[in-house]
Nanobody, 126 residues
Framework: QVQLVESGGGLVQAGGSLRLSCAAS????????MGWFRQAPGKEREFVAA????????YYADSVKGRFTISRDNARNTVYLQMNSLKPEDTAVYYC???????????????????WGQGTQVTVSS
């Protein structure tokens, strides 16, 4: 069992930055790939970024590539999402999730993840 708690959301102006954190409980954090998803009102939950268990590989949605960076610190059981050059269309609830599977093709799909956090709101004003 893994419990995930996100933090770092808030209100920011367009062009600004935020860093989200996701703290995981349990001693097996390093065995999980981690992902960030987001959901805006009235829209489906969508993939944002993922990172392999070792941190050696990262994956991004085209909409955030070059602006967002995912990273992890296995010693601290934490995964991060650094968000730069934020746009109003980035406004959403952001969720982190843990994935036990080892094939990267699974990282893009919400239904492949095993554990989810409660989400943190990110609002970007224009």
């Amino acid at each position: 069992q893994v419990q995930l708690v996100e933090s770092g959301g808030g209100l920011v102006q367009a062009g600004g930055s935020l860093r989200l954190s996701c703290a995981a409980s349990g001693r097996t954090f390093s065995r999980y790939a981690m992902g960030w998803f987001r959901q805006a009102p009235g829209k489906e939950r969508e993939f944002v970024a993922a990172i392999s268990w070792s941190g050696g590989s990262t994956y991004y949605a085209d909409s955030v590539k070059g602006r967002f960076t995912i990273s992890r610190d296995n010693a601290r059981n934490t995964v991060y999402l650094q968000m730069n050059s934020l746009k109003p269309e980035d406004t959403a609830v952001y969720y982190c999730a843990a994935n036990r599977k080892y094939y990267s093709g699974s990282y893009y799909y919400a239904n492949e993840y095993d554990y989810w956090g409660q989400g943190t709101q990110v609002t970007v004003s224009s």
